[in-house]
Each structure stands twice: as structure tokens, then as C-alpha cells.
Nanobody
């Protein structure tokens, strides 16, 4: 059983919105560095948003201003609000977590992963 479980993916038209959720089975996600990644077939997994244990957030340039990462510590759940979706946002989206120094968008830095959820944007 994976420690992280994503949900909320689906199909949406350009300019639309989706909110992804990631339910965590480990305790106290507020103590973890958590992030969202996405991947299209044939490409490397791309880090797009990270939230530190302090609550600080950082974003990849491709999504900054359109996507918002947040977490609910009481629900042990990570979120990704995606607004103004574009065709190039079509991908499988994954949540991930680790307990080391936060701030790297490298997938290799993250120890725990979900199974992914598909987001498809059409014109």
C-alpha cells in the first residue's frame, strides 16, 4: 500500500480548474517536505510545486501564478489547486514527500510517492 494517494484528476477544457488531493498515511505531514510532480510519456518527471514544513511554497515557472499548493494538517492531506489550465498541463500528476532539507525539485530527493492521477486539458 502506497503511503500517498492522489485523487481529483480528470478532463477539463482550456482555462478551466481542477483541485488535486493527496491523502497521506504517514503521521503529521506538517513535518514533511511535500511536493507535486507531473510527467508525460517519454519525459522526465517534473517538479512543479513544493511546500516546506514551515508552510513556505515554491513553484516551477511553468505553473507559478496558476497553481497553488497547500495542505491541511488536520486531514493529513496535500492539495494542488490548478487554475487557468492549458493544453501543456496535460500529464500524470504525482504527490511526493521526504523528511530531508526541502527546496529541491529533483524527483530523486523524494522518498515517498503516490500512484498518480491523470489530468487532461482539451481545447
Amino acid at each position: 500500500q502506497r503511503p500517498l494517494l492522489e485523487s481529483g484528476g480528470g478532463s477539463v477544457q482550456v482555462g478551466g480548474s481542477l483541485r488535486l488531493s493527496c491523502a497521506a498515511s504517514m503521521d503529521e505531514i506538517g513535518l514533511w517536505c511535500m511536493g507535486w510532480f507531473r510527467q508525460v510519456p517519454g519525459s522526465e518527471r517534473e517538479g512543479i510545486a513544493i511546500i516546506y514544513s514551515s508552510g513556505k511554497t515554491i513553484y516551477a515557472g511553468s505553473v507559478e501564478g496558476r497553481f497553488t499548493i497547500s495542505r491541511d494538517n488536520d486531514k493529513n492531506t496535500l492539495y494542488l489547486q490548478m487554475d487557468n489550465l492549458q493544453l501543456e498541463d496535460t500529464a500524470s500528476y504525482y504527490c511526493a514527500a521526504h523528511r530531508w532539507q526541502c527546496g529541491s525539485f529533483s524527483a530523486a530527493a523524494f522518498a515517498l510517492w503516490g500512484q498518480g492521477t491523470q489530468v487532461s486539458v482539451s481545447s
